[in-house]
């Protein structure tokens, strides 16, 4: 499975950004997937999962409230909506799957990472 995430760019402290990340092999309708960050000098920590059909969804405590993850299965992509942006919120974010309907929120939970896409929020 390949993952491609994209939309990531520079906002404004308060604004949004949409993420999106389109997936290529496998069979995407049977992956968990999930979004990962890491930011500078920082370990890699969960943000948001999401089940093989949608109908379950996980966020890290930090933005719960101000993320939003779905999935489009006819479409192979997911998303990650988040909103009132902070400046701690400044990290690579990683699209991720898992080979399983549900999967833990730690990185070895997940099979499958993309190369990542930067997000910047500045205060």
């Known amino acids: 499975v390949q993952l491609q995430a994209s939309g990531g760019g520079l906002v404004q402290a308060g604004g949004s950004l949409r993420l999106s990340c389109a997936a290529s092999?496998?069979?995407?309708?049977?992956?968990?997937l999930g979004w990962f960050r890491q930011a500078e000098g920082k370990e890699r920590e969960f943000v948001a999962r999401i089940s093989d059909s949608g109908s379950f969804t996980s966020y890290g405590d930090y933005v719960k409230g101000r993320f939003s993850i779905s999935r489009d299965n006819a479409k192979n992509t997911v998303w990650l909506q988040m909103n009132s942006l902070k400046a701690e919120d400044t990290a690579i974010y990683y699209c991720v799957a898992a080979r399983h309907a549900w999967a833990p929120a730690v990185p070895d939970g997940f099979d499958y990472w993309g190369q990542g896409t930067q997000v910047t929020v500045s205060s």
């Open positions: 092999g496998g069979t995407f309708s049977t992956y968990a």
